[in-house]
């Protein structure tokens, strides 16, 4: 495949020119793996089309529409981040509790959202958080704590400070 700097475009020494076959060779390069060789075989059907003008128009409009995609997932992800900590925070018991283990150690619980948890102290907050919103783990409304939803059976009926 060669790709001249002209207007013609040639796909195994063919040389294309309409729209039509430009965008079936964009499509043949794509599935081939070559994206910016079917990027430019796209280009040039819109040249063809619609000239330069039209070439910018379309950049011009996929740059804004990428912006604007990028700026929404980054809000996105900002609320979820904003709404798991608001649901840690109103999870976790403000008072410092005791509880005794299974080997009857009493064992201090200070779950607090303002730095007091381990994984706080230690600078992995977001551990929490990431556990949180992808739905792999819950927080126990009793205890505060963050546990997989695998072993919500497990944490009331053993682990649970508040039960």
């Given at each position: ?73 980054a ?43 381990i ?18 783990s ?24 508040n039960?």
């Amino acid at each position: 495949m060669e790709i001249d700097t002209g207007e013609t475009f040639s796909l195994d020494n063919k040389p294309l020119s309409s729209a039509k076959d430009l965008l079936s060779a964009a499509r043949r390069l794509v599935d081939q793996g070559h994206p910016s060789q079917a990027l430019q075989a796209v280009v040039m059907a819109m040249r063809t089309q619609g000239g330069d003008e039209a070439v910018l128009h379309i950049l011009n409009r996929t740059r804004e529409l990428y912006k604007r995609r990028i700026q929404e997932t980054a809000s996105i992800d900002q609320l979820a981040s904003l709404f798991a900590e608001c649901a840690i925070t109103e999870a976790q018991p403000l008072e410092t509790t005791s509880s005794t283990d299974l080997f009857g150690t009493k064992e201090r619980v200070t779950a607090d959202a303002h730095g007091t948890s381990i994984l706080e102290k230690n600078g992995r907050s977001q551990i929490m958080l990431d556990a949180f919103a992808d739905g792999s783990s819950f927080i126990c409304l009793k205890c505060g704590g963050l546990v997989s939803i695998h072993r919500r059976d497990e944490h009331y009926a053993y682990w649970c400070s508040n039960m």
